[in-house]
């Protein structure tokens, strides 16, 4: 691991901040603590003493529970990167805890998926909807739900695991994916296709025919460009299962391998997907993309993802 995706990974940052916050807590608590109290003791103590030996003396001493009471706080206080370690460890804590198993914030930075998501948007993807994974190491340890065509999957780019992508679920473990013409076609039935008016795209203020695709009960929108090819043929890589893929000028057939997904973006021809990287292993799965939360460029953003 290099140490650009280590900075890159936030959740590692977060875990280590954890850990080392927390060992300062406890260390705190179970002994540090302990230690201040007993030199508080020992202080008050020959304090005690050092009052009444003057006292006996006949020397008269300007004593009172104040200055005890200053003498035992002084003592007792935490030292700065201890009180702010554990001040910092529960928060941290809580948000490691909130991001790793139920809900992780990300933000849209391309436009691979307008026009269900556009550049800026702020979104929340649950974590345990397809099973609950240890953190760090994306292992699954209690399955859930599997993927359903239609849904936008954040995972882990199968090129570069340091990289989160977001794209919609085509294809399932099994199904046949065929896209001809720029339609699909899904186990032999053809997906229904309703035209809409056309979509000015923002980032290339070109206008794209603009339709509503139903996958399997979910209708979103996808745009198409009529100036694109339905595939361009030189930016095929080799990924592995290449071999379940069939490439024509025309288009593509893939058969889905067992635990992985094929995945393709709304704005059909700006989006690397699938196509042309191949599968997203069940493995590489961060959650599912369920609201946007927030766009400083447009609140009416903020809603549900269909």
């Not at 990924?239 to 393709?264: H, R, S």
Request: proline share 5%.
């Amino acid at each position: 691991m290099t140490l650009q995706s280590i900075l890159g990974n936030f959740a590692l940052i977060l875990f280590v901040l954890m850990v080392v916050t927390g060992i300062i807590w406890v260390l705190d608590v179970f002994y540090l603590a302990k230690q201040r109290r007993a030199a508080a003791d020992k202080a008050l103590a020959d304090y005690d003493a050092r009052t009444a030996k003057l006292t006996a003396d006949g020397i008269k001493v300007d004593s009172n529970a104040h200055s005890r009471a200053q003498i035992e706080q002084a003592l007792l206080r935490q030292p700065t990167w201890i009180e702010y370690s554990g001040s910092f460890f529960p928060v941290i804590a809580l948000v490691f805890f909130l991001r790793s198993f139920l809900f992780e914030p990300f933000k849209i930075p391309s436009s691979s998926m307008v026009p269900t998501l556009l550049v800026g948007d702020l979104i929340l993807v649950n974590k345990f909807t397809y099973g609950i994974r240890l953190p760090i190491v994306n292992q699954k340890i209690i399955q859930l739900n599997d993927p359903q065509r239609g849904d936008v999957m954040v995972f882990k780019y199968p090129m570069d695991m340091s990289q989160d992508y977001i794209k919609r679920v085509v294809g399932v473990p099994g199904d046949k994916i065929t896209y001809e013409n720029k339609r699909l076609t899904v186990n032999g039935k053809p997906i229904s296709y309703v035209a809409q008016d056309d979509y000015l795209e923002e980032e290339s203020l070109n206008y794209k025919k603009q339709f509503k695709e139903n996958l399997s009960g979910t209708e979103h929108r996808i745009l198409n460009d009529d100036r694109a090819p339905t595939l361009n043929l030189s930016d095929v890589r080799d990924f592995p299962n290449k071999e379940a893929c069939t490439y024509t000028y025309d288009g593509f057939t893939c058969t889905v391998p067992a635990g992985n997904y094929f995945m393709m973006g709304d704005n059909r021809d700006n989006s690397a997907d699938s196509r042309y990287w191949g599968f997203v292993p069940d493995k590489n799965i961060v959650g599912k993309a369920v609201a946007v939360w927030m766009n400083l460029s447009s609140m009416s953003r903020i809603g549900g993802i269909q």
